[in-house]
């Protein structure tokens, strides 16, 4: 069975630039090349060298127990590069595998944040709405306090003990209605 062939017009429709080229094989051989082909293949054998007739001795060499002390030269030089890697070399290279890189970025930015934010200084300004002495003076909220509440300010404030120790005794005086020229002459 024949492919079907395409007519010419039909060639011209379908492809224009296609059906422009020449019909003709491009290709050429040289005349006579295959009946010379045979002999200049046989010319490049015989150019070769006759392997059968050199010298059959091994021209490389190696050194009396290479082989045998070869793995543990091998061995030594894998320790020795081992021993080579220092500490932080070998963390970096842990922390650059993927399971612990985003890890150590995420570290690093926290670690970055931080300083900014902890470094930063810290501006505290002062009110312009202090009171001042007359404004406290002509306070009605001083009148209504009364000297006792002033003098356990004033004791927390200075954390003294004494005050306190006397303190007792001084409300029992003040409840008794003892004067000091009283207590001298007793005493």
Not at 27 to 40: I, K, M, Q, T, W
Not at 83 to 88: A, D, E, G, T, V
Not at 136 to 158: F, K, R
Not at 169 to 182: A, G, H, W
């Amino acid at each position: 069975m024949k492919p079907d062939l395409l007519s010419d017009d039909e060639l011209e429709k379908l492809a224009p630039e296609l059906s422009k080229i020449k019909k003709e094989n491009p290709f050429r051989v040289p005349e006579n090349y295959f009946d010379s082909l045979a002999g200049e293949i046989q010319h490049k054998i015989s150019e070769l060298p006759d392997l059968e007739r050199m010298n059959k001795k091994n021209p490389f060499a190696v050194p009396e127990g290479y082989f045998d002390s070869l793995p543990s030269l091998v061995q030594q030089r894998i320790i020795d590069a081992k021993n080579k890697k220092s500490i932080f070399g070998e963390w970096i290279s842990i922390s650059l595998r993927p399971k612990y890189a985003l890890a150590v970025v995420m570290v690093i930015i926290l670690c970055i944040a931080g300083i900014r934010y902890l470094s930063k200084p810290v501006k505290v300004e002062s009110p312009d709405n202090y009171l001042s002495c007359d404004d406290i003076q002509n306070s009605s909220y001083l009148a209504t306090m009364d000297e006792s509440t002033l003098v356990e300010a004033l004791e927390l404030q200075s954390g003294s003990t004494e005050v306190n120790e006397n303190a007792g005794m001084e409300q029992y005086l003040i409840d008794n209605d003892i004067d000091i020229s009283q207590l001298e002459n007793h005493l």
